[in-house]
């Protein structure tokens, strides 16, 4: 699965966006991203995911680039328990193990 | 309904010492995975069942280390003569089927080896 490289924190004032920027120039055309995030003392919690084209849900948007070389993880109005640890992910849908492959990610702290 | 459960949620035990640790998988999911999570760092892999069977072991660092799931539900991680290094969060994870997006973790069990 291809590399990731994400800034090792950033901070957010509550009630703005939060935009989490992840670096995957090694991607493969059979790749997706995926963006998990780990609350303090918790397991990482699922997100959103997408292949080439941007992507909505309840809890945020992911926007990747045409060519598909880094993406953005947008949560467009933070609040306090946004605060987290967030992590990019590539991999292909049906990989060999079906495994998760974590980086450092980033961790943002949002505050009032 | 119920998550992903670990038990215990803390295990301190001494160097050298056998443990265990515990994995209930969401019910229904038939593929179940193992992480651990050393201080400041990223969850690493560890092994993946799908139903009974370890399909991937690849990511357990020593034959110290072994995981089973006899019936396909409950897993339990087991971890023998203890080492200092071993200490860490223990993460399972589970999902419907090999290939699901959505990958739904435990709240960890944290190990410490004195």
């Known amino acids: 699965d291809a590399k990731t490289t994400q800034p090792p924190s950033m901070d957010c004032a509550e009630g703005r966006a939060a935009n989490l920027p992840c670096n995957h120039s090694?991607?493969?055309?059979?790749?997706?991203v995926y963006w998990y995030r780990q609350i303090h003392s918790q397991g990482p919690q699922y997100i959103i995911h997408g292949l080439k084209n941007n992507e909505t849900n309840e809890m945020a948007s992911l926007i990747i680039t045409e060519d598909r070389k880094s993406s953005t993880l947008i949560l467009p109005h933070a609040t306090l328990r946004d605060t987290a640890v967030y992590y990019c992910i590539v991999r292909v849908a049906l990989n060999t193990g079906n495994m998760l492959t974590f980086g450092g990610g980033t961790r943002l702290m949002v505050k009032p | 309904g119920a998550g992903v459960s670990q038990t215990p949620s803390n295990k301190v035990t001494e160097k050298g010492k056998y443990v265990e640790l515990r994995c209930d998988p969401i019910s229904g999911h038939t593929a179940l995975y193992w992480y651990r999570q050393s201080l400041g760092q990223g969850p690493e892999f560890l092994i993946y069942?799908?139903?009974?069977?370890?399909?991937?072991d690849s990511g357990l660092p020593n034959d110290r280390f072994f995981a089973v799931r006899p019936e396909g539900s409950v897993s339990t991680l087991k971890i023998q003569r203890t080492e200092r290094g071993d200490s860490a969060v223990y993460l399972c994870?589970?999902?419907?089927?090999?290939?699901?997006?959505?990958?739904?973790f435990g709240p960890g069990t944290r190990l410490t080896v004195l």
């Open positions: 069942f799908q139903g009974t069977g370890a399909a991937d």
């Open positions: 090694t991607i493969s055309g059979n790749e997706y």
């Open positions: 994870a589970s999902s419907r089927y090999r290939g699901e997006t959505e990958q739904f």
